[in-house]
């Protein structure tokens, strides 16, 4: 049973960055499609970026294309998330998810089984 661990979350200024961490256990990482949600409070989960499990294909949100990145190590275990040039609607829960599918990538959080408990991000202003 694949387990994840997300990291990295905190408080930050405005401008500022984070890494989050998405650590997987009890299976190899390499063959989940794995993403990014978000939910800050009163608002729906949002996709924020999703990877496949090649690496080789990525995608964004539209409000982070340009500041986030979405990255990972197999041997590791990792999928990490880059986040720059933090904003105070940036804030919220930040989960990671994965589905075992190769060649898959997607912001449908229903499509994903398998789910971490979420990192909390804090912007200021």
């Known amino acids: 049973q694949l387990q994840l661990v997300e990291s990295g979350g905190g408080l930050v200024q405005s401008g500022g960055s984070l890494r989050l961490s998405c650590a997987a256990s009890?299976?190899?990482?390499?063959?989940?499609?794995v993403a990014w949600f978000r939910q800050a409070p009163g608002k729906e989960r949002e996709g924020v970026s999703c990877?496949?499990?090649?690496?080789?294909?990525?995608n964004y949100a539209d409000s982070v294309k340009g500041r986030f990145t979405i990255s990972r190590d197999n041997n590791k275990n990792t999928v990490y998330l880059q986040m720059h040039s933090l904003d105070p609607e940036d804030a919220g829960n930040y989960y990671c998810?994965?589905?075992?599918?190769?060649?898959?990538?997607?912001?449908?959080?229903?499509?994903?089984?398998?789910w971490g408990q979420g990192t909390q991000v804090t912007v200021s202003s």
């Open positions: 998810a994965a589905v075992n599918r190769l060649y898959y990538c997607s912001d449908y959080s229903y499509e994903y089984d398998y």
């Open positions: 990877i496949r499990a090649s690496g080789g294909v990525t």
């Open positions: 009890g299976s190899n990482l390499d063959r989940y499609a």
